[in-house]
Structure formats: C-alpha cells, structure tokens
C-alpha cells in the first residue's frame, strides 16, 4: 500500500509560481510512475504531467506545456510539480497519483493509477 500527501498549494496571482510536492510513504518509491491530475469545479479530472520511474521520461497535457515541469527525487519519495505562469485556469485541486510498474513508462491515464493524495487546492486569481 502506498499514501500519498500532496502540498504546497495556495492562493497566487495570474503570472505567479507555485511548486507542489507530494510525498509516498509504505513501499518502494522507485518502482512507481507518478502522476499529477487537477479537478476543477464543473469539470472532470484532467490528466497534468507524469513522470517514470527514474524521472528521465516525462508528459504534460498540451495546455501546461512549457509552464509546468514534473520532477522527482527518489532519494525523498517526492515527485514535485512546478508550475509557472498561473493563469485562472488552472485554478483547481491538484492530485498525485502513483501506479507500480515494472518498466520506464509514462502512465497518462487516471483510470491506470491505484493510489490517490488527498488532493491540494491551487487558486490563481485575475
């Protein structure tokens, strides 16, 4: 079994920054895909950036692309997400996710991921 706790989040004006973290803690950190995934009110989760095993394979939805950057440092159990330029939009709560698997792939697929964060709350005002 593995928990996830995410953090980080806040309230940050159009143009700002923030960097998420989400920390896994009850097995092998290294053996797992990571994920980020946000939920707007109305809206479905949608898929943000994912990360393999080692970090060196990434993926980003198209709309944070050159904004966000998804890193982890398996030394900390901790897949981080770097998020630049905040627009409105991405006003959302931001989830981590994490998938065991046994080769380097990407996992962009929210139905894939077995273990879930409680979610954080990121608010980009205008």
């Known amino acids: 079994q593995v928990q996830l706790v995410e953090s980080g989040g806040g309230l940050v004006q159009a143009g700002g920054s923030l960097r998420l973290s989400c920390t896994a803690s009850?097995?092998?950190?290294?053996?797992?895909?990571m994920g980020w995934f946000r939920q707007a009110p109305g809206k479905v989760r949608q898929f943000v950036a994912a990360?393999?095993?080692?970090?060196?394979?990434?993926k980003y939805t198209d709309s944070v692309k050159g904004r966000f950057t998804i890193s982890r440092d398996n030394a900390k159990n901790t897949v981080y997400l770097q998020m630049n330029s905040l627009k409105p939009e991405d006003t959302a709560v931001y989830y981590c996710?994490?998938?065991?698997?046994?080769?380097?792939?990407?996992?962009?697929?929210?139905?894939?991921?077995?273990?879930w964060g409680q979610g954080t709350q990121v608010t980009v005002s205008s």
């Open positions: 990360i393999s095993r080692s970090g060196t394979s990434t």
């Open positions: 009850g097995r092998i950190f290294s053996d797992y895909a």
């Open positions: 996710a994490a998938e065991r698997v046994s080769t380097g792939v990407v996992v962009i697929s929210d139905r894939v991921y077995d273990y």
